[in-house]
């Protein structure tokens, strides 16, 4: 359960990036107040997930997943870069999410 925990954790922290974007430095009511929800429902589930796994390897799944989703969802939706170098680097990424999740027992 730790694991689903932290995977839906990692997918609240894409979720409160985007919203801290479309917030527009929380200066837009709505945005704001979902992305302050999405930060509060990110860390109670990984708060959750430390129960079970180890701190450094959910904190860097955790970042791992923001990071590697916000990445996709600025290509897929705000014409983000999709230079060769840039999506190397965030295979490199998922590539350590998954190393992590195979060497933790």
Do not use: C, H, N
Not at 44 to 51: K, Y
Not at 79 to 105: F, N, Q, Y
């Amino acid at each position: 359960m730790a694991w689903i925990y932290l995977f839906v954790a990692g997918l609240t922290e894409i979720a409160w990036a985007i919203g801290m974007k479309q917030s527009e430095g929380f200066t837009r009511l709505w945005p704001s107040v979902f992305t302050l929800s999405a930060i509060a429902v990110s860390l109670f589930l990984l708060s959750l997930a430390l129960r079970g796994i180890p701190i450094g390897t959910a904190y860097a799944v955790w970042a791992g997943i923001g990071t590697v989703g916000t990445a996709l969802v600025g290509i897929v939706f705000f014409s983000e870069s999709t230079d060769l170098l840039r999506l190397a680097s965030i295979g490199l990424i998922g590539a350590g999410i998954v190393g992590l999740k195979l060497v933790t027992p």
